[in-house]
């Protein structure tokens, strides 16, 4: 079993910077991949990013790339997504998951284990 708490989130003008962090519990994250997805009032839940379970390969849907980075320390048991460069569409509620798969780690249903979120607002 693996409990996963997020934090970071906040207000922040457009242009500005936030990083969020999900620390884990749990004996199997750091040999588990980790994803970053958000969701949007009225809209569906869609991938940001994510981390190979030893961090040598990263993931990034193409509207954050030069954006956001990904990164883990695993001897914390924590994962954090580097936001830069903030932009109104990137407000959201920001979720971390984590589960078994080392492929398709774009992908909703491939991970068992979510946080509760947490709320990233952009103001213009």
């Known amino acids: 079993q693996v409990q996963l708490v997020e934090s970071g989130g906040g207000l922040v003008q457009a242009g500005g910077s936030l990083r969020l962090s999900c620390a884990a519990s749990g004996r199997t994250f750091s040999s588990s991949a980790v994803g970053w997805f958000r969701q949007a009032p009225g809209k569906e839940r869609e991938f940001v990013s994510a981390?190979?379970?030893?961090?040598?390969?990263?993931y990034y849907t193409d509207s954050v790339k030069g954006r956001f980075t990904i990164s883990r320390d695993n001897a914390k048991n924590t994962v954090y997504l580097q936001m830069n460069g903030l932009k109104p569409e990137d407000t959201a509620v920001y979720y971390c998951?984590?589960?078994?798969?080392?492929?398709?780690?774009?992908?909703?249903?491939?991970?068992?284990?979510w946080g509760q979120g947490t709320q990233v607002t952009v103001s213009s």
């Open positions: 998951a984590t589960g078994p798969s080392s492929y398709a780690l774009t992908a909703l249903k491939v991970y068992d284990y």
């Open positions: 981390i190979s379970r030893t961090g040598g390969t990263t």
